[in-house]
């Protein structure tokens, strides 16, 4: 199961970074496909990164390429997204996920991949 907090808080200000965490309990994070979502009220969940562990690049959706990435700490059993160069429109609940299906990359963007879901973290961009 998929636990998702804030590291440093979720309000800031545009231009600034923010790191979420997501611990992963039961078994190693490195034994799922792990992915972030995030989600504006009244939408459809968003794909922000994913992971395999599998040594290829973590794959990322259009909206976040570029300025926020995705980790993993073995130690820690933990998944990070860093979020660089904040936006307003980045101001949403964040989810992390796992899934047990073994998505290829094409397939994990859908959130119909995932069975574990974390109870999301609100991130508040102000300008």
């Known amino acids: 199961r998929c636990s998702c907090r804030r590291w440093g808080g979720g309000l800031v200000q545009v231009g600034d970074s923010l790191r979420l965490s997501c611990a992963v309990s039961g078994r190693t994070f490195r034994s799922y496909v792990m992915a972030w979502f995030r989600q504006a009220p009244g939408k459809v969940r968003e794909f922000v990164a994913a992971n395999n562990w599998g040594g290829s690049n973590t794959y990322y959706g259009d909206s976040v390429r570029g300025r926020f990435f995705m980790s993993g700490d073995n130690a820690e059993n933990t998944v990070y997204l860093q979020m660089n160069n904040l936006q307003p429109e980045d101001t949403v609940v964040y989810y992390c996920?796992?899934?047990?299906?073994?998505?290829?990359?094409?397939?994990?963007?859908?959130?119909?991949?995932?069975?574990?879901w974390g109870q999301g973290t609100l991130v508040t961009v102000s300008s």
């Open positions: 996920a796992a899934s047990t299906s073994r998505p290829t990359l094409a397939q994990s963007s859908t959130t119909r991949q995932y069975q574990y």
